[in-house]
């Protein structure tokens, strides 16, 4: 008989409560005219959303102990966050900072800037590239010289906010993580814009000339908490793309069944409807796999990895394909600047390379489950 508990992939009550408020004020504060007007600014970030999402909702910091300024949720709860805002293509630095870096200062026990990071006052940026996969070897590209760091990092999700740094360096005694508060480093560190697809979450890159670090984790430690936090964003990410991909569709049906050609609702179409229950069919799935994945990071199953490996190698083509879907089915509207659609399907390619690509993931789940090499 088996031993394995039995995995709870159903929305408690608690999670329920704190969609319906979270919803509220995404739509009251990130509407489709907004985001499309902010992504022409030169403030792409909304500061303000994030700031009434900590100080208002205090949803930023949902899997930090109380005694850190958090409100010692779980995982569970911090995933419905996710599918919200992935929902809403909000841009904030959510999956950045209250994903990436917190899960990284909690598994090293750094508690020094983790009340600031819950409470959304600073937030906080992991530098690493934002295609990092879980199981990659430790980044090289910083150095340790005494107790400052250089090099730079290309492509880093999150960083135009940030008010802290966590940096994956290595130097004379090995690897080690490191926080850089950019408000003591002054012009030691330089944070450029990229021009990126994703238009609602831009990267950046980031240069560092000496600037001064305090470390977090050293040695086998520092590799362990970046697979950790690696690991924990590759499994939350799979939430995020779930709302991509229902607003997708639950966009796309209200749009076809108000949209008349031919003196019919274009919805009334049979290749449509198929199309349409294919897609139903597939967000189900994917629903299932993210909230499986999300359960075992909340358990702690010694599993995670896997599961979270499972969940980018369906959900990423699963939100890719739901997107392009939602565009095509659109018709000529779909194409236009003004229909926040393009908006989806950029976040859900972004995505789809964002801390490992599917086939990365599928090569991963490879190994985890002892699968022969190919003849």
């Not at 007007?37 to 205090?58: K, N, V």
């Not at 021009?195 to 831009?202: A, E, H, K, N, V």
């Not at 990410?237 to 991509?244: D, F, K, P």
Request: a negative charge.
């Amino acid at each position: 008989m088996s031993t394995e508990p039995t995995v709870d992939l159903l929305y408690n009550e608690v999670e329920d409560e704190l969609r319906l408020p979270l919803r509220a004020l995404l739509a009251d504060r990130c509407p489709a005219v907004a985001l499309l007007a902010r992504i022409e600014s030169d403030e792409p970030y909304d500061t303000g959303l994030w700031r009434a999402l900590g100080a208002e909702l205090g949803v930023t910091g949902l899997s930090v102990p109380e005694e850190y300024g958090g409100a010692g949720a779980g995982w569970r709860e911090t995933a419905v966050v996710l599918e919200e805002l992935g929902r809403a293509v909000a841009p904030v630095p959510y999956l950045g900072s209250s994903v990436l870096v917190t899960a990284a200062l909690m598994a090293a026990d750094e508690t020094r800037v983790l009340p600031e990071v819950a409470a959304g006052r600073r937030a906080a940026a992991l530098a690493v590239p934002f295609s990092t996969s879980p199981g990659l070897p430790f980044p090289d590209a910083v150095r340790l010289s005494g107790s400052a760091l250089s090099g730079t990092v290309t492509s880093v999700a999150d960083a135009l906010p940030a008010r802290v740094l966590l940096v994956p360096a290595t130097g004379a005694a090995g690897p080690g993580l490191y926080l850089v508060d950019l408000a003591a480093a002054g012009d030691t560190v330089t944070v450029t814009p990229r021009r990126s697809l994703d238009l609602t979450r831009p990267l950046a890159d980031l240069t560092l000339r000496s600037a001064p670090a305090v470390p977090v984790a050293l040695g086998n430690e520092a590799i362990r908490v970046l697979e950790v936090a690696l690991t924990t964003g590759a499994a939350l990410l799979a939430s995020e793309q779930l709302g991509v991909a229902e607003w997708c569709l639950t966009t796309t049906v209200g749009y076809v069944r108000e949209r008349h050609q031919f003196g019919r609702p274009v919805g009334s179409f049979q290749a449509v409807k198929h199309r349409l229950a294919d897609l139903y069919g597939l967000v189900s799935q994917a629903r299932a796999v993210a909230r499986n994945a999300v359960a075992a990071l909340d358990a702690g199953s010694p599993h995670t990895a896997l599961e979270a490996s499972l969940a980018q190698a369906f959900v990423s083509e699963a939100v890719v394909e739901t997107a392009e879907a939602a565009l095509q089915l659109h018709g000529g509207i779909g194409f236009t600047w003004e229909h926040p659609v393009h908006l989806y399907l950029k976040r859900a390619k972004s995505g789809a390379l964002a801390l490992g690509t599917a086939d990365r993931h599928r090569s991963a789940l490879a190994l985890l489950v002892d699968l022969p090499p190919a003849a």
